[in-house]
C-alpha cells in the first residue's frame, strides 16, 4: 500500500496508464478491503464465511510475477510461444476424441454387442460384480463404455485385462486394437 501512494504521488496520472500498476492497485485496494472486513467479522457480524472469495481473490497477487516478463524477454518469448503451442493442442485433443469416438463405435459393433462371449450380459447386476469372467458388455457395450475403455488401452493400464480375452475369442478385432 505504501508502495502504491508513493508511486500515485510522484507519477500521478500516469501511474494509472501501466498495466501492472492497475494490477497492484487494485490487489492492494482487495488487501485492504480484506483486512477491514475481518477486522468487522471478528466482532460478531458472522461475515467471515462471505469472505472466502477475498481469500481466493488473493491468489491473483501471483499475477505480479508477470513483471518478470519485462526483466526478461527469453521469458516472455518462452511464454508466447508456449500460449501459441496450445492452440495445436487443442487441435490434437479434438482429433484424438474423434479418433477414439470413432474407434468405439466399431467396438461396440464388433465386440460390445457379440452374446457369444461366455460371461456376456447386460444386466446390472453382472456388471457391478468382479468375481464373472470378462464381460464384453461391461467394457464395450455402450459408447460411453467403449470410449472409457479405449483410453484406457491408450495408456496401457488394462491392456491385458481386455485384450487377452478378446483375442482368445475374436483375434480379428484385437489387430484393430492393435492399430488403434
Given at each position: ?84 503451442s496450445l492452440k495445436t493442442l487443442a ?6 476424441a474423434l479418433v477414439v469416438y470413432v ?30 469372467g470378462f464381460n464384453n458388455f461391461q ?42
Amino acid at each position: 500500500g505504501l508502495e502504491m501512494a508513493i508511486k500515485i504521488f510522484v507519477q500521478r496520472a500516469d501511474y494509472f496508464r501501466d498495466k501492472w500498476n492497475l494490477l497492484d492497485f487494485v490487489l492492494a485496494w482487495m488487501a485492504i478491503i480484506e483486512v477491514v472486513f475481518v477486522a468487522i467479522s471478528t466482532q460478531g457480524s458472522g461475515m467471515a464465511g462471505k469472505l472466502t472469495i477475498l481469500r481466493v481473490l488473493r491468489l491473483a497477487r501471483l499475477l505480479r510475477m508477470g513483471r518478470l516478463f519485462k526483466v526478461f524477454q527469453e521469458l516472455e518469448i518462452l511464454m508466447q510461444e508456449m500460449i501459441q503451442s496450445l492452440k495445436t493442442l487443442a487441435w490434437l485433443l479434438i482429433l484424438v476424441a474423434l479418433v477414439v469416438y470413432v474407434a468405439a463405435i466399431l467396438c461396440v459393433e464388433l465386440v460390445g454387442s457379440n452374446s457369444s462371449y461366455p460371461s456376456y450380459s447386460s444386466r446390472v447386476e453382472d456388471l457391478v460384480s468382479t468375481t464373472s469372467g470378462f464381460n464384453n458388455f461391461q467394457y464395450f457395450g455402450t459408447l460411453i463404455r467403449s470410449m472409457f475403455t479405449l483410453l484406457s488401452l491408450i495408456t496401457l493400464s488394462e491392456w491385458s485385462t481386455i485384450t487377452r480375452p478378446i483375442a482368445e475369442h475374436q483375434p480379428g478385432v484385437l489387430i484393430i486394437l492393435f492399430i488403434f
